[in-house]
């Protein structure tokens, strides 16, 4: 079989249209700095592209998480210290209002005190936030020990007080 020269012509005005096309893709890769214009230029690549754009989401959340747990442990921590402060000074008015020499009026005062830090210590363990209170279910059987003890330190020194 012979080849006419207009086949010959047609043929190579294809080959010429494919590799103008194939010089086309690669004037537009180098133009935008990208080695993948559309999806189909490389699947493998692009499958990799895809699962790298979804792992660098869930990376995001994932410190978007980090800094709430922060903040709001920041702010349990502002909290708890302060109940830690008000407890010192509970300890240390029960420790002085044990000692055999204070009048009726210093034990009224300090039984005044210890309720004011007690209920001081019950508002910031039941400080409500966005997602509930700090007293969480781990420290609400503690809290309810807390108020307890503080009761019976109070009906404690009250007894002492109407018994001198």
């Known amino acids: 079989m012979r080849i006419s ?6 043929m190579m005005l294809q ?7 194939g010089l086309g893709k690669v004037m537009q890769q180098m133009a935008t ?3 993948l214009t559309k999806l189909s230029d490389d699947p493998m690549a692009s499958i990799k592209l895809l699962n790298l754009d979804r792992e660098g ?3 995001s959340q994932y410190q978007r ?4 747990v922060k903040t709001t442990l920041s702010s349990q921590e502002v909290h708890l210290d302060s109940v ?3 407890l010192k000074s509970m300890r240390e008015l029960v420790l002085w209002g044990a000692n055999g020499s204070l009048t009726d009026e210093d034990r009224l005062g300090m039984m005044l005190s210890l ?3 007690a209920n001081l210590c019950s508002r910031r363990l039941m400080r409500k936030t966005k997602k509930g209170t700090i007293c969480s279910r781990v420290l ?7 108020l307890m003890r503080v009761v019976v330190s109070i009906l404690l020194m009250a007894t002492a007080t109407s018994v001198l």
């Not at 020269?5 to 047609?10: K, R």
């Not at 080959?15 to 096309?21: E, G, T």
């Not at 998480?65 to 709430?68: Q, T, Y």
């Open 140 to 146: 609400k059987p503690i809290h309810q020990l807390f």
């Open 15 to 21: 080959s010429l249209q494919i590799n103008n096309a």
């Open 33 to 35: 700095g990208d080695r």
């Open 115 to 117: 309720r004011a830090y």
């Open 65 to 68: 998480n980090i800094a709430n």
């Open 57 to 59: 989401a869930a990376i």
């Open 5 to 10: 020269d207009t086949q010959f012509s047609q």
């Open 84 to 86: 830690n402060e008000s």
